[in-house]
């Protein structure tokens, strides 16, 4: 058996995070499948040394594939006017969909299966929304309480059983928009974001260069007013939830040697990814049950990663992941989510894997040079985790 290759990540674009809102949504008159082709194209544009033929394959994640992201890996690489010749390969692992497309196309190149892949997400809330054409076994209800398996009762049971309170939850997303804020008003997503041509709330089409859902003010006050969003005497809102969204990801991984012969740069490579499944009703607890099996794989300890992104699919979320974890415990978080995270960025659902990495790796060049290792992790619908571990590459 030949030895492992080194994968590395070249490069990364998304477009920006958009509400997925019919009448205020930047993206309402777009499909999934443009938002797709603007990354696809954004990354041959900036790396005019591959050409879009010498890709091996493609892998996108989308949690909700009916309707217009029914393979939508497929069409939206046909409608970009791409080789044929060029696999593509839908992905679905619910949230963390695009982060299992970074990890196949990682491995693939590790493996030596080729040289040259693009891993995507991608999700458009508005024109597929949560659930749609979902049709859940019935023999469900023998293992489940069905009405604690949507993802807002996910968040409100993690919060009894971890004793997480409100005000903490708040304080999460109340640094996510300072954080992300203050991230977007020094530039640092210039790197990650191409541009969409979109339209505003009154109808203007304009250039979309920034996300939608960042709160300029964020205020602690406002959100102790907020009306629970899941169940009368809850603690769970649409502050402390990531928004409904559409975004698209995509990430440019190549084996080191194929991106030293082409000239390319690199910061980081793949260095080891895992998958962990939980009970679906505290689907939350999936990232943090990935990331600590992923760790012990690897002989490390929580404190050996200098930096991470945590999924903010709620709060809640967040806080029970960095808390078993024991890297953190209250917001704002000194190694977590240093550029805010999907409470005040959005989440895509199938997108937010890729961009989870590329983020990571941007703060780790950019914010954190001295790190050596980052991780990111999801959790996802129906339990399903996911962690990826990089390491800048020396
Ligand atoms: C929580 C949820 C139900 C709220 O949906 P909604 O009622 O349509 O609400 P919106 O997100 O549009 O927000 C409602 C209002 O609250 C406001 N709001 C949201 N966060 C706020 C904050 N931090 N401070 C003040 N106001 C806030 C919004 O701006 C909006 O008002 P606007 O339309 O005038 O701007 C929805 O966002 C949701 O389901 N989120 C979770 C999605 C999910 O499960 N993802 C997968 C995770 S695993």
Not at 154 to 164: D, G, H, R
Request: aromatic residues 8%.
């Amino acid at each position: 058996m030949a030895e492992l290759k080194e994968c590395v990540l070249v490069d990364g674009v998304r477009t920006p995070n958009a509400r997925a809102h019919p009448a205020k949504g930047w993206f309402r008159n777009l499909r999934p499948d443009e938002l797709l082709t603007a990354v696809y194209l954004g990354l041959f544009e900036r790396n005019p040394q591959v050409k879009p033929e010498d890709v091996e394959a493609v892998f996108c994640g989308t949690a909700n594939q009916t309707g217009m992201q029914n393979d939508i890996a497929r069409f939206a690489w046909l409608a970009s006017g791409l080789p044929v010749e060029v696999p593509t390969n839908g992905i679905n692992q619910q949230c963390p969909s695009g982060m299992a497309a970074m990890e196949h196309a990682a491995r693939a190149i590790m493996c030596g299966e080729g040289d040259i892949y693009i891993a995507s997400g991608v999700e458009d809330m508005m024109n597929v929304g949560m659930g749609m054409g979902m049709d859940f076994p019935p023999r469900l209800v023998e293992y489940f309480n069905p009405a604690e398996l949507p993802m807002g009762p996910t968040a409100e049971k993690l919060s009894e059983v971890e004793n997480i309170s409100r005000a903490d939850q708040e304080l999460v997303a109340y640094h996510s928009h300072l954080r992300a804020k203050a991230a977007r008003d020094e530039g640092k997503f210039n790197e990650e974001i191409v541009a969409v041509t979109g339209h505003d709330e009154e109808g203007n089409e304009f250039v979309c260069t920034m996300d939608q859902w960042i709160r300029d003010d964020p205020s602690l006050e406002q959100m102790a007013g907020m009306n629970p969003a899941f169940k009368p005497d809850g603690v769970v809102t649409a502050a402390t939830s990531s928004p409904l969204t559409t975004g698209a990801c995509a990430a440019l991984l190549m084996s080191r040697e194929k991106a030293e012969e082409l000239g390319l740069s690199y910061y980081v490579k793949y260095a080891g990814g895992q998958m962990h499944g939980w009970d679906p009703t505290l689907m939350g607890l999936s990232a943090y049950n990935a990331a600590k099996k992923l760790l012990e794989r690897k002989g490390m300890k929580a404190s050996d990663v200098d930096v991470y992104e945590v999924h903010e699919a709620f709060s809640v979320v967040t806080l029970a992941c960095v808390r078993n974890l024991g890297i953190a415990e209250n917001a704002p978080f000194d190694n977590v989510n240093l550029w805010g995270g999907a409470l005040a960025l959005g989440h895509p659902l199938g997108e937010s894997g890729t961009r989870l990495v590329i983020t990571l790796a941007n703060v780790m060049k950019n914010e954190r040079p001295d790190a050596k290792f980052g991780m990111a992790m999801m959790c996802g619908g129906f339990g399903n985790g996911n962690a990826s571990l990089w390491e800048k590459v020396e």
